[in-house]
């Protein structure tokens, strides 16, 4: 190959790269963001992707039973319920390990159980129908204030208020609701992580 088919040979591979990682994106888009999965966790009802690198005999979709635990190829019962994908993964290494020589083992939360569990997102306060929605990849406050039906006549929407758990900790973020739903301002659509709790505060007068 000569110094011209060189040339565009890695141009175009330059080319493809952002491509290729866009799909894999795409293709990666119903499950949760990284931020999300290490604090995330799992619960019956839950669907879990179990992948077990280089033995695809071994790499399932499982439902998380009622009692908590799931079955694996080679592994007949193990607790998954409290557990994170991380945790989960590592239980699952040490468990294929008796069987097969250092399995590399991703866990992969693919959909979410319905209202009830760590993941759903609360909404309280003044909105037309407090409930709990279920998580799903790339939900957002609007999608929500939708499922609940909107906020009351008396809702201080612009004073409402995202209540997230990180390490351990709560921190609040402000939302502002009013703009975002009568003055359609996107800019306050602001996207949801599994477990956060909406609240919207009443106006008294």
Not at 16 to 35: E, R
């Given at each position: 190959m000569n110094r011209v088919q060189l040339s565009k040979v890695a141009g175009l591979f330059l080319l493809?790269?952002?491509?290729?990682?866009?799909?894999?994106?795409?293709?990666?888009?119903?499950?949760?963001?990284?931020?999300a999965a290490a604090n995330y966790l799992i619960g019956p009802g839950d669907e879990l992707e179990i992948f077990v690198w280089k033995n695809p005999d071994l790499s399932v979709t499982v439902p998380v039973r009622p009692d908590g635990k799931i079955s694996t190829p080679l592994?007949?019962?193990i607790q998954a319920q409290g557990k994170t994908p991380s945790d989960l993964a590592a239980g699952l290494r040490t468990n294929l390990s008796k069987y097969i020589q250092d399995p590399v083992v991703t866990v992969l939360v693919k959909s979410f159980a319905a209202p009830g569990s760590a993941a759903s997102i609360r909404v309280i306060g003044a909105a037309a129908t407090p409930k709990s929605v279920p998580y799903r990849a790339g939900l957002t406050v609007l999608d929500?204030?939708?499922?609940?039906?909107?906020l009351t006549t008396y809702a201080d929407g612009n004073d409402a208020?995202?209540?997230r758990t990180q390490?351990?900790?709560?921190?609040?973020i402000p939302l502002h609701l009013t703009d975002l739903v009568k003055s359609g301002d996107m800019k306050a659509n602001v996207q949801l992580m599994p477990g956060d709790i909406i609240?919207?505060?009443?106006?008294?007068f």
């Open positions: 493809l790269m952002p491509m290729a990682a866009h799909a894999q994106n795409n293709a990666a888009g119903g499950a949760m963001d990284a931020g592994v007949a019962d929500v204030i939708i499922e609940v039906g909107g208020q995202i209540i390490g351990g900790a709560n921190r609040t609240r919207i505060p009443q106006r008294w």
